[in-house]
C-alpha cells in the first residue's frame, strides 16, 4: 500500500511536540521583553508624563473653582450677603486636595504678589523658596499671551528636575492673582532598580514554569495524535480491527471516529472485492469447464451425430453468453466509473421506448413462463441518454425476472407525474431485508443466496445507480418482505 510514502516525509518536518514547546516558549519571552522594555527603558518617559498631565489638569481644576467661586461673589453682593469665607474655604478646601493626592505644591498670590493661601509637601520647591523666584515667576505670567507658563526647570541648589506652572485668577486684563503649582520629578532610578531585581526574579521563575508548562502541553497534544497515528500504520498494513484511541480533546476524538468510519468503509470494499474475486472467478470457471467439456464430447463423441452436436453447440453457445455478459457488465461499469463516459442525451417517447424493450422480453416470457405486465401512461417525450436508460430498465425488470416469486410474474409500470415520469418495475419475489437495501446498489454486492440459475454478475444495480447519477434522476426500492420489491426511478427532464 502506497501510505508508506508518507510517513517518511512526515519524518524529516518538525514535530508538533516541539512546534507546541517552542511557540509557547517564544510567546513567553516576547511577553518577559515587552514589560522589561515597557518598565525599565520608558519608566522614567512615563512617570514625567503622568507628572506633566496631573500638573496641568490641578491647575486647570483649581483656576474652574476660583471662577465658579468669583461668579457666586458677585451674584451674593448683589444681594446684599457677603460670602468671602465661603468662598475662601471652597478654594482652600480644593488646594489641599489636590496637593495631597497629586503630591503638589499649591500656592494662590494676589495681585500684587503677596501669598493668599498655600499648601506645601515634603520635598523641594521653587514656588515657596524665599529666593526672588516667586516674582520672576509673575512676570512670566503676566508677558505670556494666554497668561499660563509651563516650565520644567532644575532645582537652583539640589540640582533635581521641577515642574513649575502658573496662571491668572479671575480676569486676563486685570487678574485679581495667581495660581502658582509645582510638581517634583523624583529621580527613578533607585525604583527602576527595585523593579528590575523583581522582574528578573519573576522572569526566571515564569520561563522555568513556561518550559515546564508547555512540555507538558505539547505532550498531551501530541499523544493522541501519536496513538492514533500508530493504529493508522496499523490499518495501512492491512488490519481492519484497529482500535482507534481519540481520548484527550475534541479534535483527536473526530479525528479517531473519522479513521474509525474510513476503517469501516475499507474493510467493506475489502470484503466485497473479495467476494467479487470469488464470484467472479466462480462464474468465469463454471462456463470455461462447461465449454471445455461440451467442445471435447463434440470432438469426441457427437461429432457425427448433427443432433446431439447441436445441443451440445447449444450449450456452449449459451456459455459464451454468460461469460459474454459478465465481461461486458465488468467493462461497462469501469466506464462509467472513469468518469469518461458522456452522456449523449436525445429526444425520445418514453411510453414506446418501454413497450419495445417490452418486445424484447416476450420470447424470454413465452419460453419459461414468466408473465410481464406493462401499465403504460401517456407518452411523453424525455430528453436523456437513451441507450444508457435503456440498460437501466433492462437491469431491473432482469432483476424482477430473477428474483421474483413461484407465480413468475413482474409489472412495469410507467407513471407520469408533474415533476417528471416514474418507471417503477415490481416483483414478487421474497423481498429485502431493511438492512440490505443500503447494500444493493454498492459495487460487488450479491445476497449470500445467490443460485446459479440467476444470472448475475452483483454489477447490474451498480450500473443503474451509476447511470441514475450521472442524470441526476432520483431512485429507491421499496420492499416487503415476502411479498416483493418494487424498484423505481424518475426521468425528469421531461418536454412540457
Ligand atoms: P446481481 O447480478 O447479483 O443481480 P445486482 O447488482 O443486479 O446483481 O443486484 C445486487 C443484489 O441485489 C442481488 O444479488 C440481490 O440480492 C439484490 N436484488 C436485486 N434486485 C432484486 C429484486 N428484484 N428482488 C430481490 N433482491 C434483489
Redesign the pocket.
Known sequence: MKPIKHFKRAESRIPLKFTVWLYFVIFTVAVFALIWVFQIFFFEKFYERMRIHSAAKSMESIAEVYSSCDKEKHYDNAMKITSDDEMKEKLYNIVYETGDSEDLCVEILDKYGREVMKKHVMGECIIHDKGGSVLWLLNGIDEADDGIIKLKMKHPRSGSDMLVYGCKLGSMSEPDGYLLINATIVPVEATVMIIKRQLMTITVILIILAFIISLYLAKRISAPIDRITKSAEILAKGDFNTKFDGRGYLEAKKLADTLTYAEKELSKVDTMQRDLIANVSHDLRTPLTMLKAYAEMIRDLSGDNPVKRNEHLEIIISETDRLALLVNDMLDLSKLESGKQKLNPTEFGISAKLSEIMDRFKGLSEKNGYQIHFTPDEERTVYCDSIKIEQVIY?LIN??I???GKDKQVFVRQINTDSGVIVEVE?T????EED?IKL?FDKY???EN?KRE?V???????IVKAVLKMHNYDYGVR?TLGKG?T?WFKISDVKK
Not at 429 to 432: P, R, T, V
Not at 456 to 462: D, E, I, N
Open positions: 437491469n432483476n424482477a430473477n428474483y421474483t416483483d419475489g421474497d423481498g429485502i440490505k444493493i454486492y450479491r445476497s445467490h440467476v448475475g454478475t452483483g454489477l447490474g444495480l451498480s420492499s420489491s424498484f
